[in-house]
DNA sequence: GATAATCTTGACTAATTTGCTTGGGAATGT
DNA sequence: ACATTCCCAAGCAAATTAGTCAAGATTATC
C-alpha cells in the first residue's frame, strides 16, 4: 500500500469524472484544466485506470471518459492500486523467506497494518465521498449560518428565488 | 497525509523498539542488522523520531534509543508524519484561494479522504499492532492445528518445558 | 585521562519516482 | 477530409529516497 500525490491525482481525477457524471464523455482536457494537472499525466493515469476498467473511454470529437461503473462501485483503494502498481515486491516477499525470525516478524507487523489500510481504503467509495462532503457543507452551513457564501447568497438575497434549496 | 517505504521503516523501526522494550537502550546498529535498514538512514530518521519526541536516546557506551512514551501511547500515523514532514502546501493550500469553485471541491473531497485517513492511522497504537499480530497467530494455530510451525514446535515436542505457553 | 561506543549533524551522491514534454499515431464524429 | 479525441512510447528535469562519508559530542569503562 503507498499512498502519494500520484494516488491523490488518480482520485481527484476520478472525483472530477463522478461529479460530471451524466454530462456524457468528460474529456482529460477538461479535467487538466479543471484541476491543474498536465494533459499527458492524466493520459498516463488513464491507461492504467482504463487497464483496471475502472473508467470507459470513447474516442473522437465528442468523446472522453466516464466512470467504468457506478461511483458507488469504485473504491478509493483500487484508483490508488491501479496507479501505484509497482513490482516492488518489498525486499522480504512473500514474508517466509527472511534471514530470521527476528526480521520476519517485524515485516508481518507491518504487513498486517497495511493490509488493514488497503482494507479501510477499499469500503470508501467515490460516492461515499460526495455524499459525506454534501452532508457536511449542509453542517457548516447550519453552524456558520451567518458567514458569507461567496457567488452564492448574493442571488438570494438579490431575489427569492430560493433556487439553493434543493442543493 | 503520505504513505511511502520512507514511513514503512520508520514504523519498521518502531516496531523493532517496541519488540525490545524493557532491554534497556538499544542501539541503531542493532536495528539496522535485524531489519535491513542502512545505519545512516536510521539515523535521519531518528533524528526527526526525536523531534517530536517519539523516542528518547541515551550517548555513550551501552547507549542507544528507546520508546519516548509506552508503545500504547504512540500511534502509527504520529511515526509517520513526523519522517514526512513535507513544507508541501498542496497548490491550492487552505482549499479557499482556488482558481474556481470547482477545483476546490475537488480538492475538498481529497482533503476529506486525507483527514479520514490521518484520523484512522492515529487511533492504531503500536501496541495494537503487537497485540493483533499476537492475536492473529494463535487463531491461525487453531485454525491450522497440524501445520508445521518452523523454529517453534520443534522445541515443544523435545521437550515439554511450555515456555511458548505465555508467549 | 585515554579509549571506545554511541548518538548527532551536515554535506554529498546514486538510484528511483514524479510529473511533465514531445512527438507521433489510431479512431471517429461532422 | 478534417478536427477532435484517445492512445502510446521515448525522454527528461525536479524531487524524493536511500545511502555514504566525515566530523563532531557525550559518556561508560578501563
Not at 5 to 15: E, F
Not at 16 to 32: K, N, Q, V
Request: with cysteine; glycine share 10%.
Amino acid at each position: 500500500m503507498k499512498l502519494t500525490t500520484k494516488g491523490r491525482y488518480a482520485v481527484t481525477a476520478m472525483l472530477d469524472l463522478s461529479l460530471h457524471y451524466g454530462e456524457g464523455p468528460i474529456t482529460l482536457a477538461d479535467i487538466a484544466q479543471r484541476q491543474g494537472i498536465s494533459l499527458s499525466y492524466l493520459e498516463q493515469l488513464f491507461s492504467r485506470l482504463r487497464k483496471r476498467s475502472l473508467v470507459a473511454s470513447v474516442r473522437g470529437p465528442g468523446g472522453g471518459y466516464s466512470l467504468g461503473r457506478g461511483a458507488d462501485e469504485i473504491f478509493v483503494g483500487e484508483v490508488i492500486s491501479a496507479v501505484d502498481e509497482n513490482i516492488d515486491t518489498t525486499r522480504c516477499n512473500g514474508a517466509h523467506n527472511c534471514q530470521n525470525n527476528e526480521r520476519c516478524l517485524t515485516h508481518d507487523l507491518w504487513s498486517d497494518l497495511s493490509n488493514q489500510i488497503y482494507g479501510y481504503l477499499n469500503k470508501i467509495s467515490l460516492q461515499d465521498l460526495m455524499d459525506r462532503q454534501a452532508v457536511r457543507e449542509v453542517a457548516d452551513r447550519q453552524d456558520h449560518p451567518n458567514q458569507e457564501q461567496p457567488g452564492l447568497d448574493v442571488s438570494s438575497l438579490v431575489d427569492g428565488s430560493g433556487d439553493l434549496a434543493g442543493a
